[in-house]
């Protein structure tokens, strides 16, 4: 069992910076593969990025690939996203998950992702 607990979410114009952090809870969170997603109103929940268990591997959506940072502390059971450049379009719930080794599906697919967090208000203004 993993517990997610995201912190760091706040309102920013655009342009300036934002870190959030995923605080995760169990003896296993190493194991993890961890994503980042984030649902806007009205819209489904979409890939934002993801990090191997070790940190050697990252993944980004399109979207945010070179404004987005996503590390990872596994001392501290802890996964990070950096975002830099932000843009209006970037206002959403932002959702820590884990996804356990073996899911047999690929990293930006939510149904891979077995635990999550509550999710943190990222707001972006223009």
Do not use: H
């Not at 706040?10 to 809870?25: I, K, M, N, W, Y």
């Amino acid at each position: 069992q993993v517990q997610l607990v995201e912190s760091g979410g706040g309102l920013v114009q655009a342009g300036g910076s934002l870190g959030l952090s995923c605080a995760a809870s169990g003896r296993t969170f190493s194991s993890y593969t961890m994503g980042w997603f984030r649902q806007a109103p009205g819209k489904k929940r979409e890939f934002v990025a993801a990090i191997s268990w070790s940190g050697g591997s990252t993944y980004y959506a399109d979207s945010v690939k070179g404004r987005f940072t996503i590390s990872r502390d596994n001392a501290k059971n802890t996964v990070y996203l950096q975002m830099n450049s932000l843009k209006p379009e970037d206002t959403a719930v932002y959702y820590c998950a884990a996804r356990p080794p073996g899911s047999g599906t690929y990293y930006y697919n939510r149904r891979g992702y077995d635990y999550w967090g509550q999710g943190t208000q990222v707001t972006v203004s223009s």
